[in-house]
């Protein structure tokens, strides 16, 4: 938005030369004369006003205010551009929560699997049908599955930060709409038209600035020619 502004004032010097100046003086004077035992006093005032237009005739100041005004729409579509990357970054990081959530529940299914396992394997152990072996081998898939539930919480809890840093908000749960199963996922276009791509906040920022530039080379061109 600071940057809008200033490409917005940068515009309106620019402009502001095209218009004609005015400027006004004002003289004034006083004087007493003694003659013949009788003083007299004059007094006068004079006022001059002038007013002044430069010819654009190498179109000097029509090339600076092209530029500003392309400056300005580059400044205002990389604005736009900022917005929707910022948009994409928080559908792409609640698409990729909702997808921890996922795993989460899947992980916390297998641990209880697991921990039937090697529940069923202790009995078995117990009543001599199998041998410490199974039983460790159960508990090692137990501890494997337990030992990620950590790893995923964290994820989870690093994505919520994201999330709510890019929302503006302060760190802390962030409240799901539905399953990564329940979104409405738009399946991209395999050819994307050359028009929709030139609509890009971001490519369109960049004819915006290379146009200033070569606005900016025209009036300094113009600058040595007479005015």
Do not use: C, H
């Not at 620019?14 to 003289?27: F, M």
């Not at 006083?30 to 003083?39: E, I, K, M, V, W």
């Not at 500003?68 to 990729?96: D, F, H, N, P, R």
């Not at 890009?200 to 080379?217: G, H, N, S």
């Amino acid at each position: 938005a600071t940057r809008i502004r200033q490409a917005q004032s940068m515009e309106a010097i620019a402009g502001s030369a095209l218009l004609p100046s005015i400027g006004t003086l004002g003289l004034g004077s006083r004087s007493s004369n003694d003659a013949f035992g009788r003083t007299t006093e004059s007094t006068g005032v004079q006022g001059v006003a002038r007013i002044s237009y430069e010819v654009d005739l190498f179109g000097r100041i029509a090339n600076q205010v092209d530029a500003a005004e392309a400056g300005v729409s580059a400044q205002m579509t990389a604005k736009e551009a900022v917005e929707l990357s910022v948009t994409a970054a928080v559908v792409w990081t609640y698409i990729t929560l909702v997808g921890l959530d996922e795993q989460r529940k899947s992980l916390k299914a297998s641990q209880e699997v697991y921990a039937q396992i090697l529940e069923l394997a202790r009995e078995q152990e117990r009543a001599r049908y199998t041998s410490s072996a199974s039983v460790d081998r159960a508990e090692s898939f137990y501890l494997a599955v337990s030992e990620q539930l950590p790893v995923i919480d964290n994820a989870i809890a690093q994505a919520e930060n994201a999330l709510s840093f890019l929302l503006g908000r302060a760190p802390g749960e962030i409240e799901r709409a539905g399953a990564l199963d329940s979104l409405n996922l738009l399946e991209a276009p395999k050819t994307v038209p050359s028009e929709l791509v030139r609509n890009r906040p971001d490519i369109a920022a960049a004819e915006f600035q290379v146009a200033a530039t070569d606005k900016q080379l025209s009036a300094a061109r113009a600058q040595f020619l007479p005015r």
